[in-house]
Each structure stands twice: as C-alpha cells, then as structure tokens.
C-alpha cells in the first residue's frame, strides 16, 4: 500500500466515526426539543388545568370528608338555573333546605369554569333577590358544560357543593 491509499482510508473511516458519534447527541438534541415543545404547549393551553391547591386538599382530605358529613346533616341542595342575556348568562341559585324552603340572608359565593377551559376561573359573589334566589352575571361565558362549586355560609354554618350545567350565552341585539 501506498501512502496515498492509506490516507484515503484513515480519512473513510474518521468519517464513519464522526457520524456515528454525533447519533446520540442527535437524538438527545430531538428529545429536548420535543419535552420542551410539550411543556410550551402544557403551560399556554387554557384547557390544561390542575386543581388549585391540590396539594393542600390533599393533606386537608379529612377536613373535606367533614365538610361532607356537614353537607349531609344541613340537608341543604341546590337549583342553578342559567338565563341568556344580552352578553353573558344570569346565574341564579337556589339554596333550598329538606323542605324545599329557601334559604335567606346568606352568604353565597361561586368558583364557575368552563370545562373545556377549566384554567380559566371565575370567582363569583352572588347577591340575594326578594324571592330568597341568589344571583351574578357571568359576562360572555363559553358556551358548554360548566361546573359551579357553591359555597354558602349561613348562621355560622357553612355548606358547599359542585353543580355541573350547561350554559349559553345571551347575543347582542
């Protein structure tokens, strides 16, 4: 052999080595790329939710197990009815107790989100009407299943559910 051919050879097979050692770096290079496009489109998407607090309801399960009990002794239940207005959705509650009385001069607050976005949150005072209904404006809703957890307090009793219902918004006239 020559050494022209030998050099010829050294480089063929430098190259082949070259290659096969940037594979890896390659493919790591591709799987960073693709978790951080993943974590990009988890953190930006309204649709992805987490609960809120989910860890603290976690660690607090036996103070939500009581707040059950609770509920249960109350015998309180609720009726949601939704109206569409001119750019949004009446929400009305009815607290109503095992006589289906309503309950009056109460304190009622709501935490309202599309399911389909459930990031997006809407926390909600509800004001008393005449006929012991309680009532908020949730301006230009998605249209679709939302879920409402109601939280009333009422003579230092304090009682909550979730009602899952389907809003639609009112249009402009």
Request: glycine share 6%.
């Given at each position: 052999m020559n050494v022209a051919t030998e050099l010829n050879q050294a480089r063929r097979t430098t190259g082949r080595g070259l290659f096969w050692a940037f594979v890896?770096?390659?493919?790591?290079?591709?799987?960073?790329?693709?978790?951080?496009?993943?974590?990009?489109?988890?953190?930006?998407?309204?649709?992805?939710?987490?609960?809120?607090?989910?860890?603290e309801r976690a660690v607090h399960w036996d103070g939500e197990q009581a707040q059950?009990?609770?509920n249960a002794r109350l015998g309180y239940h609720l009726d949601v009815t939704s109206t569409p207005v001119t750019g949004g959705v009446e929400l009305v509650v009815r607290v109503l107790d095992r006589e289906n009385v309503a309950l009056?001069?109460?304190?009622?607050?709501?935490?309202a989100f599309a399911n389909a976005r459930a990031a997006?949150?809407?926390?909600?005072?509800?004001?008393?009407?005449?006929?012991g209904s309680y009532v908020t404006m949730l301006a230009a809703p998605r249209p679709g299943l939302w879920e409402v957890r109601v939280r009333v307090e009422h003579d230092h009793e304090r009682f909550t559910a979730a009602v899952r219902t389907e809003l639609t918004p009112g249009h402009a006239s």
């Amino acid at each position: 052999m020559n050494v022209a051919t030998e050099l010829n050879q050294a480089r063929r097979t430098t190259g082949r080595g070259l290659f096969w050692a940037f594979v890896p770096a390659a493919l790591l290079a591709a799987s960073l790329i693709g978790v951080g496009t993943m974590c990009s489109i988890a953190t930006r998407d309204p649709g992805f939710a987490l609960e809120t607090n989910y860890y603290e309801r976690a660690v607090h399960w036996d103070g939500e197990q009581a707040q059950l009990a609770e509920n249960a002794r109350l015998g309180y239940h609720l009726d949601v009815t939704s109206t569409p207005v001119t750019g949004g959705v009446e929400l009305v509650v009815r607290v109503l107790d095992r006589e289906n009385v309503a309950l009056r001069h109460a304190s009622v607050r709501a935490e309202a989100f599309a399911n389909a976005r459930a990031a997006a949150r809407r926390n909600l005072v509800l004001t008393e009407r005449a006929d012991g209904s309680y009532v908020t404006m949730l301006a230009a809703p998605r249209p679709g299943l939302w879920e409402v957890r109601v939280r009333v307090e009422h003579d230092h009793e304090r009682f909550t559910a979730a009602v899952r219902t389907e809003l639609t918004p009112g249009h402009a006239s």
